[in-house]
């Protein structure tokens, strides 16, 4: 027999034992709890009488619960499609616009056992042509200088003489290349003194429309830090926009210096820029893991309330706007609208839902009321109406995940585009939610009821808005009585070690403020929420091991560094599997009990370990410790594993 599902394992002796602990709180003047006492029988009685309860709610069986969990509302969560971004390369500077349109199909390449991970931009990208302008410089507490005139003349020094922090170089282009990749043909001479050639404290940045200057992502620097000719590849945002500085209009860019890292040299002289050239080279532009489905014929209406129409492609992806279904009737058509649920659907709405995981469209149902009448939720399509979804977005689960460089084949043609590329990971995929797991969830839908009170409630809101995140935790702001912190771990793509990068563990900035915006909805009055990612403790874990014999030392080393990224990993790793636990303390003995699972380690030989904290992003290790703790807001962060493995 298949198991029956166990709703509630209290049993006869339980219910007794809770009653009589009751009975001492509210009762304490009851001392009397022999066997024979009159109360002692009538507390019997009634936990018989729930105890038989309890045994036919247990026989209930599942077809039966999962039709309580449709009557509250609970459906099954459709996968979540991963997203990234992809950067379309140009095969040389063109003097027109490069147009590449949405839904372009970008992939992965397809090999002997996989078949390839097909990604769409999101949006139209256009690839803006450009050209040097303008030269300035602007030294701290002083407006900018145009220098344009100087260039081929000796040039100019683009900071001060002795330079501070806050001295900056500035590029103005012809106009504004939003969302372009930008190739700055440096002339510089040898004047920037005292540097470090590899790591110069520079950051360059470009004007947004509403935010300021806003760093750019730098492809490459082959100027060595302003000191001999090069190009330099930055990624403008795409909030780019043309300005007005020093009293010249264009797409302003500047290279700011910033405070030096710790061991990081800095400029002692200026360094002095001869000429500059400028010209646009690639874009990039958003993607999702999923096929858009355009103009599909769902079916024909028969005239009657709450049909039913499966799509063809399932499960669907949920969209960034809401889909639109158009209804053939007597040769004009009548335009639909979606809404998540039919409650505040009058008799004349247009409205159908989509069933996301099941891939159905659906129409309003007539539901008849008390007095006998029948109340309509939605319009229902005319008898024989051509139904015909206009678009709607198929795909997901966690395949999308795929790591930075993957994504490298063009699947739809675009003139003078030579290679595509995504310089990060997608993340955010997940699959779609399993029957166990709608189980779970309905006793803690019911107790919410929308409402985010405790902080299970938080955790369980924030997973059904948004699927792509992989873990989130709910923990009080520190010093605020009314303080909530919610953190979020998004589904990442980790290498065959399981190194994990640690930018692609920011979840994105969309996912946070979908987060955000409905836990405000749905919060008490008073309560403060932050919306963020955890905050991360970076960790190296330095192993001295030797190997058994028979066993290669070097597959023993890869193995080891698996164990130690397995056992640190957020969403996988912890002591059972489901990502290392928040605020967990780190401590030695455990890189040994993984160890000892490896079969190519001898653990009857020493085996060193040695756990150091490292510093964020610069991975300056401090002192050994056999213990690290962890505030609650924390996760562990592997970085860069140390494994020797000896015969």
Excluded at 30 to 44: M, R
Excluded at 57 to 68: G, S
Excluded at 388 to 396: H, I, K, N, Q, S
Excluded at 466 to 475: E, S
């Amino acid at each position: 027999m298949l198991p029956a599902p166990n709703l509630d394992d209290r049993h006869f002796q339980d219910l007794v034992d809770d009653a009589k602990r009751l009975v001492q709180q509210r009762c304490p003047t009851w001392t009397d709890h022999n066997v024979s006492d009159p109360g002692v029988t009538l507390i019997e009685a009634f936990a018989q009488m729930v105890d038989q309860l309890i045994y036919r709610l247990n026989r209930v069986p599942d077809l039966h619960y999962i039709k309580f969990l449709e009557l509250i509302g609970v459906e099954l969560r459709p996968p979540a499609a991963a997203r990234g971004e992809v950067t379309f390369w140009l095969s040389a500077p063109q003097p027109q616009v490069v147009v590449v349109r949405a839904e372009t199909q970008v992939s992965t390449p397809r090999t002997d056992i996989h078949e390839p991970i097909v990604f769409c931009t999101s949006r139209e990208l256009q690839i803006l042509p450009c050209s040097f302008a303008h030269a300035a410089s602007q030294t701290v507490d002083s407006p900018p200088t145009d220098h344009t005139p100087t260039l081929g003349r000796g040039g100019f020094r683009c900071f001060s003489a002795s330079p501070q922090v806050g001295d900056a170089l500035l590029i103005g282009l012809s106009d504004a290349v939003p969302s372009c990749a930008v190739v700055l043909r440096m002339d510089c001479t040898v004047s920037g003194r005292g540097v470090d050639p590899r790591r110069p404290p520079v950051i360059w940045e470009a004007m947004t429309r509403d935010r300021g200057w806003q760093p750019c992502d730098i492809e490459r620097d082959e100027t060595g830090g302003l000191n001999k000719p090069g190009d330099v590849v930055l990624h403008v945002p795409d909030d780019h926009q043309a300005s007005l500085i020093a009293q010249e209009r264009g797409g302003w860019l500047r290279c700011r210096l910033i405070t030096p890292l710790p061991g990081q040299p800095t400029y002692s002289a200026s360094p002095t820029v001869l000429g500059v050239s400028a010209f646009t080279i690639g874009g990039t532009v958003p993607t999702v893991h999923a096929e858009v489905i355009r103009s599909e014929v769902i079916g024909r209406s028969d005239g009657t309330p709450g049909q039913h129409f499966e799509l063809q492609r399932r499960p669907v992806v949920t969209s960034d706007s809401p889909a639109r279904l158009t209804a053939l009737v007597d040769n004009q058509e009548q335009s639909w609208q979606q809404v998540s649920h039919f409650a505040l659907s009058g008799p004349n709405d247009r409205h159908f839902r989509i069933d996301e995981y099941a891939g159905e469209v659906q129409f309003g149902p007539s539901v008849r009321s008390p007095n006998g009448t029948l109340v309509a939720y939605g319009a229902v399509p005319p008898a024989g109406a051509v139904l015909r979804l206009e678009a709607y977005r198929t795909g997901g689960g966690q395949i999308g995940n795929v790591a930075r460089g993957q994504v490298r084949v063009l699947k739809t043609s675009v003139p003078y585009v030579a290679r595509v590329e995504n310089r990060a990971p997608a993340i955010g995929g997940a699959e779609a939610e399993t029957l166990a797991d709608a189980k779970a969830r309905g006793p803690l839908l019911l107790r919410s009821r929308g409402r985010a009170v405790t902080s299970e409630d938080f955790e369980q809101l924030a997973h059904d808005v948004a699927p792509d995140a992989a873990r989130v935790k709910c923990v009080s702001e520190p010093g605020q009585a009314a303080g909530v912190r919610l953190l979020v771990v998004p589904h990442v793509a980790s290498d065959d070690v399981g190194r994990i990068q640690i930018e692609d563990l920011n979840p994105p900035t969309a996912t946070l403020e979908r987060i955000s915006n409905s836990l405000d909805r749905q919060r008490l009055v008073g309560t403060r929420l932050l919306v963020q990612p955890p905050d991360y403790v970076w960790v190296t874990a330095v192993v001295n091991l030797r190997s058994r014999p028979q066993y290669d030392p070097g597959e023993v080393r890869t193995e080891v560094l698996r164990a130690l990224y397995q056992l640190y990993h957020p969403l996988y790793g912890g002591p059972d599997g489901t990502g290392w636990p928040f605020g967990r303390s780190i401590q030695s003995h455990e890189v040994h009990a993984a160890l000892a699972r490896i079969p190519g380690v001898d653990m009857s030989r020493e085996v060193k370990v040695q756990i150091f904290p490292a510093e964020p992003y610069t991975g300056q290790r401090g002192a050994a410790v056999t213990r690290l703790d962890l505030p609650e807001t924390a996760l562990v962060y592997s970085y860069e594993h140390q494994v020797r493995v000896t015969k």
